[in-house]
T-cell receptor, first 113, second 115 residues
Framework: NAGVTQTPKFQVLKTGQSMTLQCAQD?????MYWYRQDPGMGLRLIYYSASEGTTDKGEVPNGYNVSRLNKREFSLRLESAAPSQTSVYFC????????????FGPGTRLLVL | AQSVTQLDSQVPVFEEAPVELRCNYSSSVSVYLFWYVQYPNQGLQLLLKYLSGSTLVKGINGFEAEFNKSQTSFHLRKPSVHISDTAEYFCAVSVPSGSARQLTFGSGTQLTVLP
């Protein structure tokens, strides 16, 4: 049982480049989330998916897109990376909604030059 | 919109001493409260949560927290800390938002346990 896995672990991009962060969970959870973590700001929700086939914006969705490919996988895409998107990105999942315990992946550290 | 305030960004404490990490929230509606811990270079993991019932909640690794509705607080405590408790701790609050709920994290408290 791997829990929540994320790839890649590290990435360096140039401004304007695009990339997709991958996330998968093997706990049969319905809900999945993408957060970014910046120093002194805690975690901020980018997008979430309450169930397969649905996605909703969180607190800071601008500059990102998501795809809930199936129940297991939830990807985050940066179409044109900006230095302000330098951050640590965490994927999480939960059985149902935000009242439930969330299980986090190990994170992706992204640097945009 | 609700907010979560973790009053101390850094808390140094000696090994075997007690510790309290403070969390206050602003919401007048039904809240669910969480404490998560993040060890270096890892994701977050749940320490404990309050959904309803007893206001004193016990979690993993000897931590506990008390929900105080009148003071809108959910402080985290441990009577005797270990070196291994060195980590960043996040308080989070979940409130109703339409048909779903919204979760907001505090900015975190770095607990450093000194030998």
């Amino acid at each position: 049982n791997a829990g929540v896995t994320q790839t890649p672990k590290f990435q360096v991009l140039k401004t304007g480049q695009s990339m997709t962060l991958q996330c998968a969970q093997d706990m049969n959870h319905n809900s999945m989330y993408w957060y970014r973590q910046d120093p002194g700001m805690g975690l901020r929700l980018i997008y979430y998916s309450a169930s397969e086939g649905t996605t909703d914006k969180g607190e800071v969705p601008n500059g990102y897109n998501v795809s809930r490919l199936n129940k297991r996988e939830f990807s985050l895409r940066l179409e044109s990376a900006a230095p302000s998107q330098t951050s640590v990105y965490f994927c999480a999942s939960s059985w149902r909604g935000l009242e439930e315990t969330q299980y986090f992946g190990p994170g992706t550290r992204l640097l945009v030059l | 919109a609700q907010s979560v305030t973790q009053l101390d960004s850094q808390v140094p404490v000696f090994e075997e001493a007690p510790v309290e990490l403070r969390c206050n929230y602003s919401s007048s509606v039904s809240v669910y409260l969480f404490w998560y811990v993040q060890y270096p270079n890892q994701g977050l993991q749940l320490l404990l949560k309050y959904l309803s019932g007893s206001t004193l909640v016990k979690g993993i690794n000897g931590f506990e927290a008390e929900f105080n509705k009148s003071q809108t607080s959910f402080h985290l405590r441990k009577p005797s800390v270990h070196i291994s408790d060195t980590a960043e701790y996040f308080c989070a609050v979940s409130v109703p938002s339409g048909s779903a709920r919204q979760l907001t994290f505090g900015s975190g408290t770095q607990l450093t346990v000194l030998p």
